[in-house]
């Protein structure tokens, strides 16, 4: 049977499929992710197909991982309705700045301690693992934007989807610092931690948010209201400009050395911010969401087949553990402390903390790491990174349906008994 025809019969019924399943699985304790790399696993075994290696294949893979990321970023920006603010997004800091550090201090100390990883390599995988993922975290984040003044956004899908495009970027710094540890090591190139703070944090940063909002202001003229008798983008209703968007944006913030991941979302939630109650936005989004689905079945599909290729031969017992404990245990825990005394009640810190997907952004990072630096420990990176993300992929896709619906019930009984009349209270 000819290679080509069956590859394209392959990707017609993936499609056809993860078109259809969404549907199905809305009220069920199973999500797409979990399905895709079931059926990688499954036809990457078959001998008319050769199963990938990222480990053989770093620079596509880390192109196609980027990629994935960038688009992800965009959807996930657009679709936040909440205005940008200090305690509007309060949740969200929290998360930021106690959670995401103290987890990339725990999860290196594991892999230090119990996996027996070289400080460089503990250092990257705490980065890796740190930052929660925009592309796997479907069933979890915000819907499509409203332009409905009265819609307000659940604490739980608004907390981890900002959280999700902010973290990705914010986890840059720690890679860059476990790859100078890795050349430090290897006698290749030294770095003081004051040349680290103050490029790899202060500017990249800087830059990252400036050319962000800068990019975001000038769309959002040239969207909805640009100079003079220019036609507002927004009339063409053109959704592939999202995409438009997200490139320059990222490739605007890459030639200043700055961090694009960053630039994407604040350039997307500057974008929503313009002009909140126009029909383009959600246009953008449904683009934007539908280019982000293709990438991730590609890639998830990818992940199997690279499992079933041995991504995880090196996987030792200590390394599962570590892997188990980073995602199920760590991110809970310094998520909830983290939370305490802030706005979400018991339930949502418990569900916010819970839910740290682990997906494509750590492979991202993990394959750019290993291009720029000597890390003797690279297949065990591999291997732990990868069962994190398995491991992630299942239990939340599993536990995402049911969860999600125990929240929203609560969060209607609760606004049902807000609204309904006082017993003896006069109706009309």
């Known amino acids: 049977m000819p290679t080509y025809a069956l590859l394209l019969v392959f990707a017609g019924f993936v499609a056809l499929l993860t078109a259809w399943l969404p549907a199905y699985l809305e009220r069920r304790p199973m999500s797409l992710p979990i399905v895709l790399v079931v059926i990688g696993l499954v036809a990457f075994r078959l001998p008319w197909f050769e199963s990938p290696d990222p480990r053989l294949h770093l620079e596509p893979a880390e192109r196609l991982t980027e990629l994935g990321v960038i688009v992800s970023l965009m959807g996930a920006g657009l679709a936040i309705d909440r205005p940008f603010g200090r305690v509007a997004w309060s949740t969200t800091w929290r998360l930021l700045a106690v959670a995401m550090p103290l987890t990339i201090v725990s999860i290196a100390l594991l892999g230090w301690w119990m996996a027996g990883l070289g400080v460089a390599g503990a250092a990257l995988l705490g980065a890796a693992l740190a930052p929660t993922d925009p592309v796997l975290a479907q069933d979890v984040k915000v819907g499509e934007p409203t332009i409905d003044e009265g819609a307000r956004e659940d604490e739980v899908r608004f907390s981890l989807t900002s959280e999700a495009g902010l973290n990705d970027a914010l986890a840059f710094p720690f890679v860059h610092g476990a790859v100078a540890l890795a050349l430090a090591a290897a006698g290749l190139a030294h770095r003081s931690a004051f040349e680290w703070l103050a490029y790899d944090v202060v ?226």
């Open 203 to 428: 500017y990249r940063l800087t830059i990252g948010v400036f050319v962000g909002w800068l990019v975001g202001i000038a769309l959002g003229r040239a969207f909805f209201s640009p100079p003079g008798r220019l036609t507002a983008l927004a009339d063409r209703a053109q959704g592939f400009v999202a995409i438009a968007s997200t490139l320059l944006a990222y490739g605007l913030t890459e030639m200043a050395r700055g961090y694009g991941f960053l630039a994407v979302f604040v350039t997307a939630v500057t974008l929503r911010a313009s002009e909140r109650h126009h029909e383009f936005q959600i246009v953008l989004h449904e683009f934007a969401r539908q280019i982000e689905e293709m990438l991730m079945v590609a890639l998830l599909l990818l992940l199997g087949g690279a499992v079933s290729n041995g991504l995880l031969n090196d996987l030792t017992w200590q390394g599962f553990v570590v892997a188990l404990l980073g995602v199920f245990v760590v991110r809970p825990i310094v998520a909830g402390i983290s939370l305490l005394g802030g706005r979400p009640r018991v339930a949502e810190r418990r569900t916010i903390a819970f839910f740290g997907v682990r997906g494509i952004g750590s492979l991202y990072y993990l394959t750019f790491a290993l291009q720029h630096g000597p890390f003797d420990d690279a297949p065990a990176l591999w291997s732990i990174v990868t069962c994190a993300i398995l491991m992630s992929i299942v239990v939340h896709g599993v536990a995402a349906t049911p969860v999600m619906q125990r929240m929203d019930e609560r969060r209607r009984r609760r606004h049902a008994r807000i609204t309904l009349p006082r017993a003896g209270t006069p109706i009309g």
